[in-house]
């Protein structure tokens, strides 16, 4: 099992990430991958791109070199209001929205608040995925977040650099899968890729959901046009 599209990538436009959407493209097509999603951080946050990235993002052809390409963001969660910081009118142009919690940009004092502020971004019509939710620096009721994200359709992601980060988010990570396998929710497995090579590296995620007995058929990102129709992106 891989996944088709990874939905999750930065370029050199978020300044803390390290290769161009070029090299991205190469390596999901050395990889066998059909498509990526281009996903700096949202303006809010220190080394995001300018708004104009995003006002702009029309200028990316929707395939290039035999991938699609999908315009998105990885917007910030900035109170607990659960206001993001894609807006009008840039927010119109992308294919869609990933809203992810980033302390840097809005520190939650505390468990409740986060809460609060994961289930009012799920209210937000543009958003369609939910960011590393294992993430943050207390664990809150993934529960409850994800059955709000059941009702409103929005995908939860398992993010490959989590694991990478801390021991902690990989135990949250089985903790959010298990419950998505459980309350049938669908999920993106994405490489959250800071440098061209992590693209489409996403294996041990795989390896983990294998000891959780995941159901494959909630991955929507292994089948790119199940990814395209649930986003509502034509091609
Ligand atoms: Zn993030
Ligand atoms: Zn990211």
Same mark, same amino acid.
């Given at each position: 099992?891989?996944?088709?599209?990874?939905?999750?990538?930065?370029?050199?436009?978020?300044?803390?990430?390290?290769?161009?959407?070029?090299?991205?493209?190469?390596?999901?097509?050395?990889?066998?991958?059909?498509?990526?999603?281009?996903? @700096?951080?949202?303006?809010?946050?220190?080394?995001?791109?300018?708004?104009?990235?995003?006002?702009?993002?029309?200028?990316?052809?929707?395939?290039?070199?035999?991938?699609?390409?999908?315009?998105?963001?990885?917007?910030?969660?900035?109170?607990?209001?659960?206001?993001?910081?894609?807006?009008?009118?840039?927010?119109?142009?992308?294919?869609?929205?990933?809203?992810?919690?980033?302390?840097?940009?809005?520190?939650?004092?505390?468990?409740?608040?986060?809460?609060?502020?994961?289930?009012?971004?799920?209210?937000?019509?543009?958003?369609?995925?939910?960011?590393?939710?294992?993430?943050?620096?207390?664990?809150?009721?993934?529960?409850?977040?994800?059955?709000?994200?059941?009702?409103?359709?929005?995908?939860?992601?398992? @993010?490959?650099?989590?694991?990478?980060?801390?021991?902690?988010?990989?135990?949250?990570?089985?903790?959010?899968?298990?419950?998505? @396998?459980?309350?049938?929710?669908?999920?993106?497995?994405?490489?959250?890729?800071?440098?061209?090579?992590?693209?489409?590296?996403?294996?041990?995620?795989?390896?983990?959901?294998?000891?959780?007995?995941?159901?494959?058929?909630?991955?929507?990102?292994?089948?790119? @046009?199940?990814?395209?129709?649930?986003?509502?992106?034509?091609?």
């Amino acid at each position: 099992m891989k996944i088709e599209i990874d939905l999750h990538t930065h370029t050199l436009a978020s300044s803390h990430a390290y290769s161009t959407l070029y090299e991205n493209l190469q390596e999901a097509k050395a990889k066998g991958l059909k498509g990526i999603a281009v996903t @700096n951080h949202g303006p809010d946050m220190e080394d995001s791109p300018h708004f104009w990235h995003f006002n702009c993002i029309g200028a990316i052809p929707k395939s290039a070199y035999g991938i699609t390409i999908l315009k998105g963001i990885e917007a910030n969660i900035i109170n607990k209001n659960g206001e993001i910081d894609a807006r009008p009118p840039f927010v119109k142009k992308l294919d869609f929205v990933i809203a992810s919690y980033h302390p840097p940009v809005y520190a939650s004092g505390t468990v409740k608040e986060l809460e609060e502020a994961y289930l009012n971004a799920l209210e937000n019509p543009y958003v369609k995925i939910i960011g590393h939710l294992d993430r943050g620096p207390f664990e809150i009721n993934y529960e409850r977040v994800i059955n709000k994200a059941k009702e409103k359709k929005i995908a939860v992601e398992l @993010n490959r650099h989590s694991l990478s980060l801390s021991e902690q988010y990989r135990g949250r990570v089985i903790k959010i899968a298990e419950i998505c @396998n459980r309350l049938k929710v669908p999920v993106t497995i994405n490489s959250d890729a800071h440098f061209c090579s992590s693209v489409g590296d996403v294996g041990i995620v795989f390896d983990l959901l294998e000891e959780t007995n995941f159901d494959e058929t909630l991955i929507l990102n292994s089948d790119i @046009n199940k990814t395209l129709e649930f986003l509502d992106v034509k091609e």
